[in-house]
């Protein structure tokens, strides 16, 4: 069972072509559903390309997933000083007053490695991601939030595929295009 803080890494089988090659964060799961937010997939935007008030917004920007794709949405270790936050894990929070993140981001009290923002959200209805676990659609582990903002979004699936087992690595080289392999 998947438990807020971790991430789904996508099996090398599964086929979606949304989900395909994720790693996912896992923000909320409870008996009502799951929320979490791809954390390897560039949405090539900054921060500041849909806030240009914000000249200090030189954060880019993820797609988080396809449910709410018109809002924002962000994960911080910024804890209780973001009003409005939420915590995640022990020290990680999601969400929180953004008029107040935006002054924090104005005042430079905020680094990249601290927030991470994303355009909409994964999202799975009550009992759905239990299902798809037991289907084999998802690998769970654990990630040090700072290891997440500092990993490499290109390498990233395959890097938290080799931590679950070495072998898994090699689907990683792989073409998703069988033809160019």
């Not at 931590?163 to 690595?169: A, D, L, Q």
């Given at each position: 069972m998947v438990k807020p803080g971790e991430i789904l890494i996508a099996n090398p089988f599964l086929l979606d072509d949304y989900f395909k090659r994720t790693v996912i964060y896992t923000v909320e799961h409870n008996k009502t559903g799951s929320l979490g937010f791809i954390i390897n997939k560039l949405q090539g935007l900054m921060l500041k390309d849909i806030f240009p008030h914000l000249k200090n917004g030189n954060f880019p920007l993820y797609l988080g997933g396809p449910v709410s794709s018109n809002q924002l949405f962000y994960t911080h270790t910024l804890g209780f000083k973001l009003k409005d936050s939420v915590e995640i894990t022990d020290g990680v929070f999601w969400g929180g007053n953004f008029f107040e993140l935006t002054r924090m981001i104005e005042n430079?009290?905020?680094?990249?490695?601290?927030?991470?923002?994303?355009?909409?959200?994964?999202?799975?209805?009550?009992?759905?991601?239990?299902?798809?676990?037991?289907?084999?659609?998802?690998?769970?582990?654990?990630?040090?939030?700072?290891?997440?903002?500092?990993?490499?979004?290109?390498?990233?699936?395959?890097?938290?595929?080799?931590?679950?087992?070495?072998?898994?690595?090699?689907?990683?080289?792989?073409?998703?295009?069988?033809?160019?392999?």
């Open positions: 430079e009290e905020i680094a990249n490695e601290d927030i991470r923002f994303y355009i909409g959200y994964s999202g799975w209805g009550a009992h759905q991601i239990d299902e798809e676990m037991e289907k084999n659609m998802w690998l769970i582990n654990r990630i040090d939030y700072k290891e997440l903002v500092n990993n490499r979004v290109e390498t990233m699936w395959g890097d938290e595929l080799n931590k679950i087992n070495p072998g898994y690595k090699a689907f990683s080289d792989f073409s998703f295009d069988p033809s160019l392999n």
